[in-house]
């Protein structure tokens, strides 16, 4: 792991280190599968504008991975409600979780869930549960190594697709 | 003679109390699969009542589907917004589909589909998403029939044994 590297909630100056990575992420998503949704235009400022807002929701963490001074990743986790149909479980969920091209293989994206894994503990989450890009074979490999499982599949369907849709 | 046809309409309040059943055995059915699947006490009632709540939500469809005048399935799907930011701006998902296990594989899932991407258009959506289990192989295998393709893995990681 990178010596210099810090782990840190986020603060309201973040704002636009957040808004530029999380371009990149979306850049990314697009490249590696046509079938991602396509970002309107300045939709990174409304993302970044919306962390932003929930830096005081104590049911929202915001990490940021700084390096030699630079903003090189962040991850967004919450609590979230379950079904009351279901029996229940206290469950948290990982919205986004980028690390900058450079800064990969240092530890940086395992130090974020790390560091993120510790606050849900402490709020007793039993289970975290996140969605990774079908296509994202090396983002499926990273949570693998942290130890998650497959539990569900997101399916898309065109409908105005030759394939079969009805 | 008794009909066996096959039928599907928009669901009513009083179909609530025989779906909540095939409800019930699809549960059953998913816990068998993946023991992480478990009902809630009085799981069941609780359904009923979000299933008669749900009728009245004019961004939701819910179908039924008929083997002659005995309920075999139900398929609940919605309009809604696509993730803030992202286009297309609204999507069409299904929420819920179950189908008795007499009558699987028989066209019934398909039918019922097929009103939903019907009204789903006339709403200017193109596109749906749709969850299903890892371990159910049958129910992906149904979904890939219809074109659908996998578009996320949603991973869990256990903070307790």
Redesign the interface.
């Known amino acids: 792991m990178t010596d210099s590297l810090i782990i840190r909630p986020a603060v309201v100056a973040d704002e636009l280190a957040i808004a530029r990575l999380w371009s990149y992420l979306m850049a990314e998503l697009v490249r590696l599968?046509a079938?991602q949704?396509?970002?309107?235009p300045g939709?990174?400022r409304?993302?970044a504008a919306?962390v932003v807002s929930t830096l005081d929701d104590p049911d929202t963490r915001v990490l940021i991975a700084e390096s030699s001074g630079h903003v090189c990743g962040f991850i967004l986790g919450a609590q979230i409600g379950q079904s009351?149909?279901?029996?229940?479980i206290h469950t948290g969920f990982i919205a986004d979780l980028y690390v900058e091209s450079g800064a990969r293989r240092s530890g940086m994206g395992r130090a974020l869930v790390e560091a993120l894994?510790t606050w849900?503990?402490e709020r007793g989450?039993?289970?975290?549960?996140?969605?990774?890009?079908?296509a994202n074979t090396a983002g499926?490999a990273f949570?693998a190594a942290?130890?998650?499982?497959?539990?569900?599949?997101?399916?898309?369907?065109?409908?105005?697709?030759s394939?079969?849709?009805? | 003679m008794i009909s066996h046809e096959l039928s599907v309409r928009p669901a009513i309040t009083a179909d609530a109390e025989p779906l909540a059943r095939i409800w019930v055995e699809t549960i059953e059915t998913l816990g068998r699969l993946d023991p992480r699947f478990r009902a809630a006490p009085a799981g069941a009632e609780r359904w009923r009542t979000a299933f008669v709540a749900g009728l009245a939500d004019r961004d939701r469809l819910t179908v039924v589907a008929l083997r002659g005048e005995v309920l075999s399935g139900y398929l609940i799907g919605a309009a809604q917004p696509n993730l803030p930011g992202l286009l297309p701006p609204q999507i069409g998902v299904v929420l819920d589909l179950a189908v008795d296990s007499h009558g699987r594989g028989g066209g019934v899932g398909t039918e019922m589909f097929r009103l939903l991407s019907a009204w789903l258009r006339t709403r200017g959506i193109d596109r749906v998403e749709v969850r299903v289990a890892a371990r159910n192989p049958i129910a992906q295998a149904f979904w890939r029939a219809l074109g659908a393709t996998e578009f996320y893995d949603t991973l869990g990681l256990k903070l307790h044994d």
């Not at chain 1, 949704?37 to 309107?40: A, E, I, K, L, Q």
């Not at chain 1, 989450?125 to 079908?134: K, P």
Request: cysteine-free; glycine content about 4%.
């Open positions: 599968d079938r949704p396509r970002p309107t939709a990174e409304v993302y919306r009351d149909l279901f029996q229940p894994r849900f503990v989450i039993e289970r975290i549960a996140l969605n990774v890009d079908s499926i949570w942290q130890g998650a499982h497959n539990s569900q599949i997101k399916m898309q369907i065109e409908l105005d697709s394939r079969g849709a009805p």
